[in-house]
């Protein structure tokens, strides 16, 4: 029995005129599975290049993935053609009396469904079998046909009917001798085309991209919280701020440092991440008293050292960023300065020893500089960093701005602390999970096609996080598999982003896909899970290869001060609260 469009009959049920539904019995009884039916099939189509968009109608659509196509055109009772006066008629059935040609309506009706398929993406540059019938339910035809074009063999009578299979398999064969297929026959590349238009569900889905502009717009710059945190601020001289990813540490730090420099303060606002700090440097542009920059940029810059060669030998490398440029900023501290009034610190959990003591020297008064300090022991990445200063009375931030809800309930999954924090932004979409099948290269491309063609997001709100250093991940080396969707270890307009977990912490995408955490060690795995997974706002999809068990209840937890709880009223949120 061939499948039927629509499955439970023909179209307009008991109305439908009685020679459509005995054609439609016979041509569904005797096809075989592998066959479809299409009755009433409609579109829309041009006639032409650059004409009017007109409807399109047939009466039955047969098509075969591996065979091809005919249009079928049905009619009651029996056909008469005159050739000298050049007219037909129809005799008997439902609406006796001159009709137009039913063999030229049927061509018609096939160009026109022809043209539709081909302007669908998945159309090949050939083109299957195709061709058109008129079926005659009610008659046996005559043996030569009813005219030069319109030949016994492109007639379905009632004898024909009797045995649907051979007779359509000849009308094909026919139109295979007529007109040739172009290109590989058998190519099922056509069928996608057919079925997209004719058989596959529509759903009208809500774009990503509009989700995820409808949510932004409930997320929050300060909350009545992060207030609080301003509030005491102002009138403490220093205070570590201690909070899960997303609470908005780094929006208050901004903040702090801003209203330092309009008290006549020099401010320095430094942080552990090259990228953080190009962001911090921007969102402060406007204000000359605060110098924002990361900390061995800084540490290069005040020593002269911006165009010094880096060692290449890792471990000199390693013992350049770790100790030497520290050494240097302290020595050119002593040399030239001090510079600054004030120190705000980001992502301070991940400071060396020798690293504060270099920041004291570029103090004015390093005993009693005011000083302010944000911080996150769960992102911490560096098991030799120092205790953060004023880390046992810090304030701590316990409401999630940044992350929806769902990413922020797979978060608490890995990371135990935040499982107390409350989440203040919408729920939005589920975390996706992506199995790495057949290769990374095809689930990247399965993921990509659904966010940015689909999805309507645009490929620079789409950050790709790796385990690995960016110029050693597979990622880097599958932008030809990823056409037309580009990869760019910059940040080239109209690309999507490709970046290790370690240079993007502090900052945050709307979509991230968190990838190639395999062959790391459990603990610092998880770990980069979690700081990779807390950079996505809005949507967090997880490759196959960087998923992680949850940790148990009791890991991790960290004693804090909490501060009162955030009221629970959505305001607008600024860029990057982390």
Known sequence: ??????????????????????????????????????????????????????????????????????????????????????????????????????????????????????????????????????????????????????????????????HSLAAIERVLAAWAERRPPVGNAPSRQWWRAFEDLFLMPKVAHILLRHRIEDEQRQMVALSPQQFQVLDLLGRVRRLAVSGPAGTGKTVLAIHKARLLAQQGQRVLLTCFNKALGHHLRQALADEPNVTAIHFHELCAERAGLLDAAVPTRPADRTNW???????????????????????????????LAGWWEALASC?????????????????????????????????????????????????????????????AAPDGADVEVEPVRPDLAHALRRVLQRVVHEGGMAADDVVVLTGRNPGRSRVAELDHELAPIRLTLTDEPGAVRLRSIHAFKGMEAPVIILCELDGIDSERRRRLHHVGASRATNLLVVMGDAIVEPAPLEANLVEATPMQSAASAPAARAPDAK
């Open 1 to 162: 029995m061939a499948r039927s469009i629509p499955a439970q009959g023909p179209r307009g049920g008991a109305h439908c005129a009685r020679h459509e539904a005995a054609l439609w019995s016979r041509f569904e009884l005797g096809l075989p599975t592998d066959w479809t039916l299409v009755h009433g099939a409609r579109w829309v189509a041009r006639a032409r290049p650059g004409a009017p968009l007109t409807d399109g109608a047939a009466d039955f659509v047969l098509a075969h993935a591996e065979r091809g196509l005919l249009v079928v055109r049905g009619l009651s009772g029996g056909l008469l053609h005159d050739p000298g006066a050049g007219g037909w008629t129809s005799l008997g059935g439902a609406a006796p009396g001159p009709i137009p040609d039913p063999f030229a309506a049927a061509d018609a009706q096939l160009d026109a469904l022809v043209r539709t398929l081909a302007d669908h993406p998945a159309w090949p540059a050939g083109r299957p079998v195709l061709g058109y019938a008129v079926a005659l339910p009610d008659i046996l035809a005559p043996a030569r046909g009813f005219a030069l074009h319109a030949p016994r063999t492109f007639v379905l009578d009632r004898a024909d009917l009797d």
């Open 321 to 351: 960023f770790d100790h030497g440029l520290a050494a240097a900023l302290a020595a050119a501290a002593e040399r030239s300065g001090p510079w600054f009034d004030a120190l705000v610190v980001d992502e301070a959990q991940d400071f």
């Open 363 to 423: 103090c004015r008064d390093p005993a009693r500089c005011v000083r302010y300090v944000f911080f996150d022991d769960a992102q911490r990445l560096r098991a030799d960093a120092a205790p953060v200063p004023g880390a046992d009375a810090a304030a701590t931030l316990t409401t999630n701005w940044r992350n929806t809800g769902r990413i922020h309930a797979w978060l608490a999954r890995l990371e135990p602390t935040l499982r107390d924090v409350q989440c």
